[in-house]
């Protein structure tokens, strides 16, 4: 009986072990990889996506294939005085040890037409999968602003006569 609790009890702090180096690989690959996209490598920044990953930046809609996923990466990274970091604030490793998910901040500064610098931070959710080598691919990616959305421009009125009304004669 205590062979087998001993067993049961390697067994579980291996498996502890395994899960906290898991999270620790994806730690180092999220911080590497907001570190290429700093550098605007937009090959490395694109590369931390699984071949089937979706992409879901805001005001866009999701991108579902390599090629559109590279042209998010691609408009962004080329955007006026641009700057970006993000950093992890949870990471998780599921049990399997198989799917894992990031979580955290990030800030941005792009110019706007003007050329006048915009401020931009949020918050981000990757779910990661381990691959059959071992290493990590995001498989899922969205980020949001934690900044209030501006409010479309009102349409313009045409005013004609008599409080906005045209009359034909």
Not at 44 to 63: G, R
Not at 118 to 147: T, V
Request: hydrophobic content about 40%; glycine content about 8%; some cysteine.
């Amino acid at each position: 009986m205590k062979t087998k609790i001993l067993a049961l009890a390697l067994g579980l702090a291996a498996a502890s072990v395994c899960l906290a180096a898991d999270e620790q690989a994806l730690r180092d690959a999220d911080a590497e990889w907001s570190k290429a996209a700093g550098a605007k490598d937009l090959d490395k920044t694109v590369s931390y996506y699984s071949d089937d990953a979706i992409v879901m930046p805001p005001n866009d809609p999701a991108a579902t294939t390599k090629e559109a996923v590279r042209k998010i990466w691609q408009d962004l990274l080329a955007s006026p005085g641009l700057v970006i970091s993000w950093k992890p604030t949870k990471v998780e490793v599921a049990k399997s040890g198989e799917i894992g998910f990031v979580s955290g901040t990030y800030e941005l500064t792009m110019n706007d037409a003007s050329g006048n610098p915009l401020n931009d931070r949020g918050k981000y959710l990757e779910i990661w999968e381990k691959q059959p080598d071992g290493s990590w691919k995001c498989g899922a990616d969205i980020w949001n602003s934690d900044l209030s959305a501006s409010a479309p421009a009102a349409p313009e009125r045409r005013r004609g006569r008599a409080g906005g009304r045209s009359h034909r004669s």
